[in-house]
C-alpha cells in the first residue's frame, strides 16, 4: 500500500503524489524566535521530522513511483529537500487581527530579556541587547537550534551544514517586496492610505476559492468573524477579510524600504517566498507556473497555522506563481498536527504545567524519552503530554537500547517475527502515519526474538531511522566522591554539604536526621538513593511531584 496521509485542504485521506517521487519538496513553518519553544510546539515540529523521515526511508512506497524510482528508494532510501524558517520580523501580536495595530514580538522579546538582566536570570555568559530586535532573535534561535538538533530535528541538524534549510524572514524581505509587487501587477493587491501611512493590502475577493483551507470564507468573515477580522483595521479596505502585506511605519522597531515607504511586511508573505527554498529558491521573481499545479509537495505546521496563516499564504501564493490560482493547491499535501495537551489541560504556566524542551532537559529528562513521548500519538489526535507517559517512554527505550545491543552481538538466525515486523511497521506508516501502530509492531517483534541478531540490529537501525530516538545523545551522569548526579543535577556545595551532614548522621546512627535531610533535598526537589558501596544517587523529581 502507498503512503496515504489526511490532506487538510481536501479533508481526505488520499496518496502522497509528489512531482517527483525520487525527490520531494517539504516546507515547515518554523518557530517565532521570540522566547523559548515549548513542548506544544515541538509537537509540531517532531510530527514534521517523523513525516520527513518515513518518507525518506526505503520503507515508504509512493503510488506514482517508477520501477527505477521504487528500485533506488529500495536501496539507499528517497531525497526529500526540507525547508523550516525562522521567523524573525513581521509577527504581530494582533496577527489574529490582522497584524496591523499590535507590536512586534521582537519587542516584546525585548522587555522580557531586559527584565531577565535586571534580575540577573540570564544564563551565565549570556550578553544580548534587549533594545537589538536581531541580537534577541539570535538569542532565541541559538536556544531553539539547540533544543531541536537534541531532539533529533533532522532540518536542524542538517542545516549545520546548509543554513538555506533554516532561512530567516529578515533575509528574505527583499523577496517579500518582489511577490508583492507582483500581486500589485497581477491585480491581487491594492495600496491603500497616504505616503506616511500607506498599507498594501491582499484582495481576497481576487482569489474566488478563497477559504478552502480553513472553511473561512469571504462570506462567512464578517467583522469578528474567523478570529481576525478587527473593525479597527477596517479604514481603507476593500472588503473586510482582506490582509496585510506591507505597512508603511518608520517608527517601527524593524523596518525596510520599499517603493510603498519604510516599514515591514505583513506575517504571511514571508513563507510564500522562503517556501520556495525548498523548490532550490532564487525564483520569487520570475517563477510561472502556467497552470494550476502545485508550487511544492508538502507544508506543514500546528493546526493553529490553519487561520489564518496557511490560508492566506495559499491565496498569494498561488495568485503570485500559478497561471491559474483559483483551483491551485499551493502544496499537494497539507499536513496539520493537532495542539498538545498536558495532563489533560491546556498549557499554562499558573497551572505549573508549561514546559520548555529546556525545562525538562534541565530536569534530566532524556532528549530520547521526550521525543517519543510527543511522537507517540497519532498526529491527528490531541496528545496528552504526561509525566507517566514520559516515564513509559523511558522505560520502552531502554528496552529497545537493550534489545539492539544484544542484536549486534547475538548470532545470525533466521527469525519470521522480523520479516512480519517490518511488514506491519511499513503498513502502519502508510496509512496515515500510524505511528502508535507502528511502535506497537516494534514492541511485538521485540518480545517474540529471544536471542536477536545482525539482522534485527539492521532492521532496527532502519526504524529507529523513522522513528528517531536510539540515536540521540544520551546525557551523562557526573560524580563526585559522595554522590552519582544523575544528568540535569549538578554536584553544586550545598548538596553535597546535605549529603556529608547525611553521611555523618547515618554513621552515627541518628537515623532522625538523616531523615530530616532527605527530607530537605524533597523540598529542593531532589531524590535520593543509597547506592552499593556507599554513594548515593541524586536526581530531580518528576515535574509536579515531590
Known sequence: MPLRLYNSLTKQIEDFRPADPGSVSFYTCGPTVYDDAHIGNFRSFL???????????????????????????????????????????????????????????????????EEAKKSGKLPPGVSVDPRNPYQIAKFYETRFREDARALGLKVSLDAEQDESLHPKATAHVPGM?????????????????????????????????????????????????????SAANQAGKRSPADFLLWKEDPSHIMKWESPWGWGYPGWHIECSVMSLRARGGGDEATLSLPDGAPIIDLH???????????????????????????????????????????????????????YTAR????????????????????????????????????????????????????????????????????????SDLNIAEAIASINVWVSAIGAPGPREAALFGMLDDVVGVLGLTVPAAQQSDLGVYAPGVTPDPAIEGLLRQRRDARTAKDFGASDAIRDQLAAMGLVIKDLPGGKVEVRRAAPGKP
Open 47 to 113: 510530527a514534521a521530522d517523523l513525516l520527513r523521515r518515513f518518507v525518506e526511508s526505503p520503507l515508504c512506497e509512493l503510488v506514482n513511483e517508477t520501477p527505477e524510482q521504487r528500485a533506488r528508494r529500495e536501496k539507499s532510501g528517497r531525497r526529500v529537500t526540507h525547508v523550516m524558517n525562522i521567523t524573525d520580523v513581521g509577527h504581530m501580536t494582533d496577527d489574529a487581527d490582522g497584524g496591523e495595530a499590535g507590536e512586534d514580538r521582537m519587542a516584546v522579546a525585548g522587555r522580557r530579556l
Open 177 to 229: 517586496i518582489r511577490v508583492i509587487a507582483r500581486l500589485i501587477t497581477n491585480g491581487n493587491a491594492y495600496v491603500s492610505g497616504q505616503p506616511g501611512s500607506r498599507v498594501v493590502y491582499f484582495d481576497v475577493r481576487s482569489f474566488p476559492t478563497y477559504g478552502r483551507l480553513s472553511g473561512n470564507t469571504v462570506d462567512a468573515l464578517r467583522e469578528g468573524e474567523g478570529g481576525r477580522v
Open 300 to 354: 506543514s505546521g500546528g493546526e493553529d497555522n490553519i487561520f489564518p496563516h496557511h490560508e492566506c499564504e495559499l491565496a498569494q501564493s498561488c495568485c503570485a506563481f500559478n497561471a491559474s490560482p483559483a483551483g491551485a493547491p499551493f502544496a499537494s499535501m497539507w499536513f496539520h498536527p493537532r495542539f498538545l495537551l498536558v495532563e489533560g489541560t491546556k498549557m499554562s504556566k499558573s497551572k505549573g504545567n508549561f
Open 359 to 430: 525545562d525538562l532537559f534541565a530536569k534530566g529528562v532524556e532528549p530520547a524519552a521526550i521525543r517519543l513521548e510527543l511522537i507517540k500519538t497519532h498526529y491527528r489526535t490531541q496528545a496528552n503530554f504526561t509525566m507517566q507517559g514520559l516515564a513509559d517512554s523511558q522505560r520502552t527505550i531502554l528496552r529497545w537500547r537493550r534489545f539492539l545491543a544484544s542484536a549486534r552481538s547475538g548470532p545470525e538466525a533466521a527469525h519470521p517475527a522480523t520479516d512480519a515486523c517490518r511488514a506491519s511497521f511499513s503498513a502502519a506508516m502508510q
